[in-house]
């Protein structure tokens, strides 16, 4: 699959996160010869945070994964993760799969079993091949090492055309605490939670309570303000772990907060410009609200807008299509106090085109493969930024055959 052309030049050197390991294996899950499972374990002690989806039709890693939080962090901690293969709308022989991956991986690595994490992503309502899987555990087991991040951000992508990687380094009291972040995501990408599945690891002392606090927090203003094409997942799950190997205490921390904050946003940045089919990728700022609820509402109606995408895609500065969304959104609008730009380009002000308006200037403006969409309302205070990507004939061509 050709890469994205928003993809960065290059995967990041991320640093290694003491206490945590990988390894990655090809199991034949559902494509052959295909790196397809990666395996972490984290030291005794580490603390494990996330969120999830809030999917109605959840899958069963979720609603496992789900459970184990807040577990005793007195043993180890162990992520499996497996792509081709989402292992959601299978009932009880989903639960089943999990169950036997997780007491395999307990069986193997001493981990106990309430502190071992599965992810699976992929195809819908296929039972899971989980006897592939479990046969590849020894390989993955015997091959753990620290510098293998970047096979384990590998091994966890379906249709994504790059792997996914960030990381941050912050000195606290003259000692430097390092993070460093994996996800997969390209489609079916409009979060109510995490988004796809994200893993994030820091040799940071913290308690658990602690860093749920961060990256629930976190989340919202980073995953949770992405869409690629307004479907959100039944796998959505973002884990952080926490090894406290560096012995710096960063709980209240600001500096630590915000680096984990920038990590998280580069991470979810990367998966919209690696949204399928992409060739543009959108910021949509929307201020004058009379809230931020009300600017949400209107920020997400117009990123997952098939009419304002397809306009991007074709490059074609119809303002009006703006002026849709922001009507059909639900929020509280004012038809003449309505105010729109393209980049640094005012096309409307006031409820009507501006008055030095330039059609020439706003189409050379969307020929750009980063653009910036911003509204004001002129109503209020309240604001949003949310980010997204165009509508191409290539988001068909990928979903029209996904399954087969």
Not at 93 to 109: C, D, K, P, R
Request: contains cysteine.
């Amino acid at each position: 699959m050709k890469t994205s052309p928003l993809a960065p030049a290059h995967f990041p050197d991320l640093p290694v996160i003491a206490g945590v390991t990988f390894a990655s294996a090809a199991a034949g899950v559902k494509y052959q010869n295909r790196t397809d499972v990666m395996l972490a374990i984290a030291a005794p002690g580490s603390v494990v945070a996330g969120v999830f989806t809030r999917s109605a039709t959840r899958s069963a890693p979720v609603l496992d994964c789900q459970a184990k939080l807040g577990s005793d962090p007195t043993g180890a901690a162990a992520i499996l993760v497996n792509s081709g293969n989402s292992n959601a709308f299978t009932g009880k022989n989903g639960v089943a799969s999990v169950a036997a991956l997780t007491q395999a991986v307990a069986g193997l690595t001493a981990v106990p079993v309430g502190r071992v994490f599965t992810a699976s992503t992929g195809v819908i309502g296929e039972p899971l091949p989980h006897d592939r899987i479990i046969a590849k555990l020894a390989e993955l087991h015997a091959g753990q090492t620290e510098a293998a991040i970047k096979d384990a951000a590998r091994a966890i992508m379906t249709t994504d055309t790059f792997p996914k990687g960030a990381s941050a380094s912050v000195t606290i009291g003259g000692q430097t605490v390092q993070i460093a972040g994996i996800a997969k995501g390209s489609g079916m990408i409009a979060p109510d939670m995490a988004t796809m599945l994200v893993y994030i690891f820091t040799d940071a002392l913290i308690g658990q309570e602690a860093l749920q606090a961060l990256v629930s927090q976190h989340n919202d203003q980073t995953f949770n303000c992405i869409t690629v094409d307004s479907d959100t997942s039944t796998s959505d799950s973002l884990i952080a772990v926490a090894t406290g190997a560096s012995g710096v205490d960063v709980t209240g921390n600001a500096n630590f907060a915000a680096a984990l904050h920038g990590v998280m946003l580069d991470l979810a940045h990367q998966v919209v410009r690696d949204g399928e089919g992409a060739t543009k990728f959108v910021t949509v700022a929307v201020t004058g609200a009379v809230d931020d609820t009300d600017a949400r509402k209107v920020a997400m109606a117009i990123a997952n807008s098939p009419l304002v995408k397809t306009a991007i895609a074709g490059e074609d500065a119809n303002w009006g299509r703006i002026v849709m969304a922001v009507g059909k959104s639900g929020a509280q609008a004012d038809r003449d106090k309505l105010s729109i730009r393209f980049g640094d380009i005012t096309v409307a002000e006031n409820g009507w085109r501006a008055p030095d308006y330039s059609e020439d200037a706003a189409s050379a403006y969307m020929k750009n493969a980063e653009l910036l969409i911003g509204v004001d309302l002129g109503l209020g205070s309240g604001h949003s930024t949310v980010w997204t990507c165009d509508l191409t004939h290539g988001y068909i061509d990928i979903n029209a055959d996904y399954r087969s």
